[in-house]
Nanobody
């Protein structure tokens, strides 16, 4: 299994950018990784994902604004968020799962607030 630690959240004005990081306690070479978010009063939402093979997918509301990437040398997955909107405000959590969902893990979450 793996432990995940997120960082990079904070307060940003509309139109601004943030980069979230998710550091894993082991190699992420063969792990499916994803970023979820949950806003107050709303269900948790899958924002972006990257398979072990490198395929990516995004929820429609962030396409063209958010980018998920990874650095094998640092065992870290990133979520670059540009052109942020107030509706992007949420707690963002990193998620990892092993082959055939043999195991899964969550990070502790990091708050992103988009407000003027």
């Amino acid at each position: 299994q793996v432990q995940l630690v997120e960082s990079g959240g904070g307060l940003v004005q509309p139109g601004g950018s943030l980069r979230l990081s998710c550091a894993a306690s082991r190699s992420i070479f063969d792990i499916n990784m994803a970023w979820y978010r949950q806003a107050p009063g709303k269900q948790r939402e899958l924002v972006a994902s990257m398979s072990g093979g490198g395929s990516t997918s995004y929820v429609d509301s962030v396409k063209g604004r958010f980018t998920i990437s990874r650095d094998f040398g640092k065992n870290t997955v990133y979520l670059q968020m540009n052109s942020l909107k107030p509706e992007d405000t949420a707690v963002y959590s990193c998620y990892a799962e092993g082959f055939a969902r043999s195991w899964s893990a969550w990070g502790q979450g990091t708050q992103v607030t988009v407000s003027s």
